[in-house]
């Protein structure tokens, strides 16, 4: 007798949502590092100036997984529907607060004396310290990043299938970029709004839309260049499920 595990979607599906998930929680924690990209690739600091502000090409440490998050949804979206959709992204959701909820605990958590200075030979005179501010992210930027995402999400599996209705099976690339294109734009704006503009920064507009512009530019760009890997994923799938199941299944999440 067969049981769930035997069938290849099951696994499929269960191994897409482990992945995305996964890079999910590690673009929220990974996120508190700002690096500058132009310094990363060897080239002059190229100087930006939108809506009265200026600066170089700064961005989080998440905005390198991101990317790869939106071409999971839309994979999933592809074979499994709004359903898996949102089915991922609220456990993903949860994952996040649980992983937020165990480091706020780890911090609070008395240091053994030790292990305070046990650093310091790296440049680290109090571990603890360090500790306390790569993981313990202010609520405000926790929250935004969480409604952001969402928003993102359930913004994202709509567009996409209402493109798919319009395209039909063609031009996989038009509903992942599509919908990619909309749920980031309203992304990159709420997160920051919530973070920085409502939270105790309190940022001027103008700052508050050179970032968030400067911010969707980058994730679409990366978004366009991956289209190959989407591609690349969903020859991946026809060849592990087959052609004839993978197409059913296709069928099936543009019906639901």
């Not at 200026?54 to 839309?74: E, Q």
């Not at 310091?120 to 952001?148: H, K, N, R």
């Not at 493109?163 to 980031?184: K, M, P």
């Not at 709004?193 to 507009?205: E, L, R, S």
Request: net charge positive; proline share 3%.
């Amino acid at each position: 007798m067969k049981g769930p595990l035997d069938d290849r979607a099951t696994r499929l599906f269960i191994g897409l949502a482990a992945f995305f998930c996964v890079n999910a929680v590690l673009a929220e924690f990974i996120g508190v590092k700002i690096f500058a990209l132009e310094d990363t690739l060897g080239l002059r600091p190229w100087e930006w100036n939108l809506f009265g502000q200026s600066g170089s090409l700064n961005f989080t440490a998440g905005t390198l997984l991101w990317p790869i998050v939106f071409i999971m949804t839309d994979t999933i979206n592809e074979y499994f529907g709004k359903r898996g959709v949102r089915f991922i992204s609220w456990l993903a959701a949860g994952l996040i607060v649980y992983g937020f909820v165990f480091a706020f605990l780890a911090i609070h958590l008395a240091p053994a004396s030790w292990w305070v200075t046990v650093a310091e030979g790296q440049g680290v005179p109090d571990y603890q310290a360090a500790f306390a501010a790569v993981f313990g992210q202010g609520m405000w930027t926790i929250c935004g990043s969480l409604v952001a995402f969402m928003v993102g999400q359930l913004i994202d599996v709509h567009v996409f299938h209402r493109i798919r209705r319009r395209t039909g099976e063609r031009h996989a690339w038009l509903r992942a970029t599509g919908s990619t294109a909309v749920s980031q734009l309203v992304d990159s704006f709420v997160v920051l709004y919530i973070a920085f503009v409502i939270g105790p920064q309190h940022w001027p507009t103008s700052l508050f839309l050179a970032v968030g512009t400067l911010n969707y530019g980058y994730k679409m760009l990366a978004a366009i260049a991956l289209i190959p890997l989407l591609y690349l994923a969903r020859a991946g799938i026809h060849r592990y499920l087959g052609r004839e199941r993978a197409d059913a299944l296709r069928e099936r999440a543009a019906a639901m």
